[in-house]
């Protein structure tokens, strides 16, 4: 089972409200990643967790937060977003945030964001 | 700099008409390249990996080769269900991060 799931699959909010995205895995993954993809272009990288420890924050503005509750749950808190923060956020987890085998990532569905 | 580059952007076939698609690399240290299918509006799907120059991977109608500068997808007699976006990503051992081309959107015809 290579599943990974995010909810909510849509979402709009207004730039003064805060929401939350859930991703969890129950393949015994230890590092899961946020992405960010907008229409028509690759997925671009957000955050790293490994072993709950935020690893990577790729200059990420701070109305974006993360969350790693556990080794199965991540979470992305939401805060006075701006429009141009719409977009298709996925979440991906792999065996070990490490090279060779264990580095396959496997991505959830996403949630599509809309900021009004 | 790191660059990933997949080419062409687009790509119509007919059902049945084979084709390639290209994805070249200029990384140093890479420790795998990946391809992915992406639906509309989906999270993208692992399709392959290959870790070193001459291996080959199979699945279906789809077959990844790598070299050291670049990796082929080779779609077989496609059919309109192999309609997506597929994406390449290089791995490698700064950073452990992928990093993605532009992807190809391949669109099949009945």
């Known amino acids: 089972d290579t599943e990974v799931t995010q909810t909510p699959k849509h979402l709009v909010m207004g730039m003064t409200n805060k929401k939350s995205l859930k991703c969890e895995q129950h393949?015994?993954?230890?590092?899961m990643y946020w992405y960010k993809q907008k229409a028509k272009k690759p997925p671009e990288l957000m955050f790293v967790?490994?072993?709950?420890?935020?690893?990577i924050n790729e200059s990420v503005p701070s109305r974006f937060s993360p969350e790693c509750p556990n080794s199965s749950l991540l979470n992305l808190h939401l805060h006075a977003l701006q429009p141009e923060d719409s977009a298709l956020y996925l979440c991906a987890s792999s065996k070990q945030w490490t090279s060779g085998g264990d580095s396959e990532q496997y991505f959830g569905p996403g949630t599509r964001l809309t900021v009004t | 700099e790191d660059q990933v580059t997949q080419s062409p952007e687009a790509l119509r076939l007919q059902e049945g008409e084979s084709s390639s698609l290209n994805c070249s690399y200029t990384?140093?240290?890479?420790?795998?390249l990946f391809w992915y299918r992406q639906d509309p509006g989906k999270g993208p799907e692992f399709l392959f990996t290959?870790?070193?120059a001459g291996e080959e991977k199979e699945k279906e109608r789809l077959k990844a080769t790598l070299t050291k500068k670049e990796s082929f997808l080779h779609i077989t007699a496609p059919k309109p269900e192999d309609s997506a976006t597929y994406l390449c990503a290089v791995f490698k051992a700064a950073g452990n991060k992928l990093t993605f081309g532009g992807g190809t959107r391949v669109l099949v015809k009945p």
């Open positions: 990384v140093s240290g890479l420790r795998g």
């Open positions: 967790y490994s072993y709950e420890k935020l690893s």
């Open positions: 393949m015994g993954h230890r590092a």
């Open positions: 290959l870790y070193s």
